[in-house]
């Protein structure tokens, strides 16, 4: 008869480790599958995420294997890929309309970055995300119909490269650690659009620099004004 309290603790820790995992996995099936419906409308291009996974209880989380596919008139690669995105947020706040992140770590994403005279294919991405935002596109939203909002405290981007052109000939170029703060905290919350906007500015502002060092360093060599006309396309390229 003793037993019986243990039999039952270890039927209850059971069922509950059941449950804790089950919901995770769950979880990570709705944000995997949000990510891959709600990603081609926002991009207006091939999006997938192989991999998610969330802890209502612990606010830890995973992405694994996302990529976005190139904007329509560039090669069939993708625009970038991502290796791994740790996300770290409140508990149970994925059940809001407000899910509150503290931090975001964007890990081994590689962008193809590819040009035509003035434009770019990363570019032309953040473009197709802008033109969603601007004709009112369909956002996800929340059980009680409201638009789902992020506030995010931190996203750091790491051990990220670009790749300038496409195939063999393709020139890697380590991109700098990015850390950017805050992000919709004051606001209350910011769209998706409006958080992936932001993310794809300060990323786009990492590839321009990382690139034109590149560009003037191989044009030094040629004197002094290849490397200002180098700068010159550089600055044309990217509208700065």
Do not use: C, H
């Not at 998610?52 to 329509?72: C, D, F, H, K, Q």
């Not at 040629?222 to 550089?234: D, E, F, V």
């Amino acid at each position: 008869m003793k037993k019986k309290p243990l039999v039952w603790l270890s039927g209850i820790t059971v069922i509950a480790l059941v449950l804790y995992f089950g919901l995770g996995i769950f979880l990570g099936s709705v944000v995997r599958a949000g990510v891959n419906a709600f990603g081609p409308k926002l991009t207006q291009t091939k999006v997938e995420v192989d991999e998610a996974y969330i802890s209502p209880l612990t606010g830890s989380g995973r992405l694994m294997g996302l990529s976005v596919g190139n904007p329509e008139g560039w090669s069939d690669n993708n625009a970038f890929t991502i290796g791994k995105i740790s996300i770290k947020l409140k508990p149970f706040s994925i059940f809001s309309d407000t899910i509150e992140i503290d931090e975001i770590i964007i890990d081994e994403a590689v962008f193809l970055y590819e040009t035509k005279i003035v434009s770019s294919n990363i570019k032309e991405l953040l473009k197709n995300i802008e033109s969603f935002t601007s004709k009112g596109g369909t956002e996800p939203t929340a059980k009680d119909g409201k638009p789902i909002k992020f506030s995010v405290k931190r996203v750091q981007l790491t051990n990220s490269t670009a790749k300038l052109g496409v195939g063999p000939a393709a020139i890697p170029v380590p991109l700098p650690p990015m850390t950017l703060n805050n992000l919709g905290v004051d606001q209350g919350g910011i769209t998706p659009d409006e958080l992936v906007t932001e993310i794809m500015q300060s990323v786009l502002s990492d590839i321009a620099g990382a690139t034109g060092k590149a560009t003037l360093k191989a044009a030094s060599g040629l004197g002094a004004s290849a490397t200002q006309a180098a700068g010159a396309g550089i600055k044309k390229l990217f509208g700065k």
